[in-house]
């Protein structure tokens, strides 16, 4: 306990520098958690929008990245019903809207046919489910519902088009949550797409991967020109989650190397202006293992401080970046315990990158010339 004590102490000599440095770590972390977080659960709300549809496969044209680049004709959804092994069949068009006075730039909007599979896991809160053949009705998420300030009942201008609310619906899925939903037809003459889908959904007979990757190849078979892909590999490749993934590591990757120098800049510059007292304590009998766990040690104490203070940051920068109206419904305010987690790993691997080099040399020091220092 002592030893540890000895460590603290000898940090806060020079509390600016030790703070300072402190701080840089927390803000490199508290990037890299937000932007893995923001990854993470972008994946988990897609596979929790799948899985609570009892979606198997996503049925879109060949060669799109996403969804919203697709362009199917309706009467596919016909021809998929007649494929053995398909359970049940579902057209979906997305696009996105804006709603200037309420400051949002972009809202999901979906377009089912009413009674649709993709009504599982949303959760009616007021008002009603809209029927077949009504025409500018419009369902609203919770979040979007909260942001616009709108009930069951109110009138809503979509697209320059005056609509009805006739309910409010809560889903598990972040990405419904923010949207709002209206009757297929309705939106293909809204958006001047009539007799077009961005994609079917198909749930199978036999949800095991086996039977699904036989019922893709089927698909694909019988319909030229589209690609079915299991749920769980669609949201794995979709672009706008892999173009995260991909700011995230790298982002990670150059949080390490700026973290890792600062660390090292402030250890080497302990060691300098302590080699007169390392070379005392050598000279009081202490070892060389013990010399580098002490300047190691204090490395670490620095990087768990920068950690922590970078969980922080990002619960509260997250949290910040969810109340701006660009991101309201899309991001989940909250951190998985997982990626809290890698933010403490990521403070460990700074001090350990950024504290041997400098912990090495002050145990290599030679206890009569550490003492000559002035």
Not at 162 to 186: Q, R, Y
Not at 248 to 268: D, E, H, Q, R, S
């Amino acid at each position: 306990m002592r030893f540890v004590s000895l460590m603290a102490r000898n940090l806060f000599r020079r509390r600016a520098r030790t703070l300072l440095t402190a701080f840089g770590l927390a803000l490199a972390i508290a990037t890299v958690l937000d932007l893995v977080g923001i990854a993470w659960n972008f994946e988990k709300s897609f596979l929790t929008l799948f899985e609570g549809k009892g979606i198997d496969l996503v049925v879109v044209r060949a060669g799109t990245s996403n969804q919203l680049s697709s362009a199917l004709d309706q009467k596919l959804a016909g021809r998929l019903r007649a494929i053995d092994g398909v359970k049940e069949v579902a057209p979906s068009l997305v696009d996105t809207v804006g709603f200037e006075q309420a400051q949002i730039a972009s809202a999901i909007v979906n377009g089912w046919e009413a009674g649709s599979l993709l009504f599982r896991g949303a959760r009616l809160k007021e008002g009603r489910w809209f029927e077949p053949g009504e025409g500018n009705v419009t369902l609203l998420g919770r979040v979007l519902a909260l942001n616009l300030g709108k009930k069951a009942g109110d009138p809503l201008d979509v697209a320059g088009e005056p609509f009805k609310v006739v309910g409010v619906f809560e889903s598990d899925s972040a990405f419904e949550g923010g949207a709002l939903i209206m009757p297929l037809s309705t939106l293909q003459k809204l958006m001047g797409r009539e007799g077009q889908v961005t994609g079917i959904v198909v749930a199978a007979e036999d949800p095991s991967r086996p039977a699904i990757e036989a019922l893709q190849k089927r698909i694909e078979a019988a319909i030229p020109g589209v690609a079915a892909t299991p749920a769980r590999d669609y949201v794995e490749r979709d672009v706008q989650i892999r173009l995260v993934k991909v700011m995230a590591w790298a982002t990670t990757v150059l949080a390490l190397i700026l973290g890792a120098v600062g660390m090292l800049n402030t250890m080497i510059m302990a060691v300098f202006e302590r080699t007169r007292e390392i070379g005392v304590l050598r000279a009081l009998g202490w070892r060389r293992t013990r010399v580098l766990r002490l300047i190691l040690g204090e490395s670490v104490i620095l990087g768990v401080i920068g950690a922590a203070a970078g969980m922080v940051l990002a619960i509260l920068g997250l949290k910040a970046l969810t109340l701006t109206p660009t991101a309201q419904g899309f991001i989940d305010p909250n951190l998985p315990t997982p990626v809290l987690g890698f933010g403490l790993l990521m403070g460990l691997a700074l001090s350990l990158l950024g504290g041997l080099y400098p912990a090495v040399r002050a145990a290599s020091l030679d206890p009569s010339e550490a003492l000559r220092h002035e």
